[in-house]
């Protein structure tokens, strides 16, 4: 079972990126899955969260009105549109998934996951 992230890159500042996670050999239907990102020298952070059934989407308040995460379920993969990038959000980013219900208050904890992928590198610098 394995999850592959891929879509990081180098970007100046204001730009776009389109990440994307995709699953192997585990159907993400009907399953939570998540971004998470880690900068050097701090803890990994939750970037944002999509339900199984996409009705519910999460984010973290620094990459609001910036990022989207959405779904494919026909191609068994999740994607994470950032736009108007800024050198903070410079990582690895990651995707993970989850076998339970997540909830405002819980999506961004990464004991909520159990399955993580192997990380894409995102740098945003002028």
């Known amino acids: 079972v394995q999850l592959q992230a891929s879509g990081g890159g180098l970007v100046q500042p204001g730009g776009s990126l389109r990440l994307s996670c995709a699953a192997s050999d585990i159907s993400l239907d009907y399953l939570g899955i998540a971004w998470f990102r880690q900068a050097p020298g701090k803890e990994r952070e939750g970037v944002s969260c999509?339900?199984?059934?996409?009705?519910?989407?999460y984010y973290t308040d620094s990459v609001k009105g910036r990022f989207t995460i959405s779904r494919d379920n026909a191609k068994n993969t999740v994607f994470l549109q950032m736009n108007n990038l800024k050198p903070e959000d410079t990582g690895i980013y990651y995707c993970a998934v989850s076998g339970r219900t997540l909830y405002p208050g819980t999506w961004y904890g990464p004991n909520q996951y159990r399955l993580w992928g192997q990380g894409t590198q995102v740098t945003v610098s002028s």
């Open positions: 999509i339900s199984g059934s996409a009705s519910s989407t």
